[in-house]
């Protein structure tokens, strides 16, 4: 393959560009997993990743990708058979939705038109119809990585709360933690499933659940085989900072600086950094003229905007052009939304250099492919991002 000059930007929306200090932390001699440097190490880990996950109760880390960690949350709270409420936010809600089938689950989805979050008050309707409690849980995804819809899960907690129904609450945060605020504890949240390969801006290879004392309870009387994704056995080890199997140590060195790095920045202004990128993109899509997948302005994500191009023209042909002429990757469009639609990743670690060369970049590919759009949306960008400081505003 011809050599590609200049440094390659990764805007999908994860995996995400890992910061130098991880990659070094990950290249450190991998140590052995049984060992007094590793218990240290577990230790500080299981420890810092509950700031992010804003959660006292244990936290359990595969090493595997999220697909992995929704397995883990289904196998240990539910049994065969179960019902399951889900929410069709878009493609990753499906392949939620076709693994509890596979499990052997009886999922219901709630028909969503992959252009809005979860809908609280539906959710509320078919819990109170559900008198017999049959439904054991209801799993939505906060922040939906095919359409870049956020969702509001503290209204989703409401529901089931009006609802007075008493299933578990299995939230993905897959492309939203570490980008987006959210409250495993004070949502009520049972099981948080995330991954590492995104807004904590490691490799792709560990995930989390976050489990509630109620899931806990839940999972000694689950009775879906399980034994890789056990919780028990692992949060017996994790108590003193080791796995009952052989952990992904260097990824787990590497996350222990990317907790350092979220922390020394502060989670708030993590969260502002996310958000002020996330509208210089939106600014600069209206701009071009197109529209933004993300319907309700309330819902758009901070993590990532979908972008559906004018009729008649290749959003795969147009990325492919930008990753030609720009070496950058933009995310692709997914099941229905199959080029048609490609997804701008802002998550992650970038500056407001990063986020108008992402936008350049696709100014460049629009203007080469002679797809109409009205010149100057990075232009636009970069005058809401200078009046916009961030962190500079507050350290003046
Ligand atoms: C919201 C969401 N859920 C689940 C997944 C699946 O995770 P993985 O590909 O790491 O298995 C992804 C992947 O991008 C995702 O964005």
Redesign the pocket.
Known sequence: MRHQPGRHFLQI??PTNTPLPVLAAIARPTIDHRGPAFGKLGREVLAGIKTIFKTEKPVVIYPA????A?EAALVNTLSPGDKVLMFETGW?AT??NKMATKLGLAPEFLHGDWRSGVDADAIEARLAEDRTHAIKAVCV?H???STGVASNIAAVRRALDRAGHPALLLV?T??SLGSIDYRHDEWGVDVTVG?S??GLMLP?GL?FNAVSDKALAASKKAKLPRSFWDWEEMIASNQTGYFPYTPATNLLQGLKVALEMLHAEGLDEVFHRHDRAAEATRRAVRHWGFEIQCRSPGECSSSLTAVRLSEGHSADALRAEILARCNMSLGNGLGPLADTVFRIGHLGDFHDLMVTGTLTGVEIGLKARGIPHKSGGVEVAMTYLAGNTGALAAAA
């Open positions: 929306p994860g990708s999220g697909t992995g929704w990753f392949l939620w995804i922040n939906e990585t993905d897959i492309s991954g390969q995104k792709p995930s």
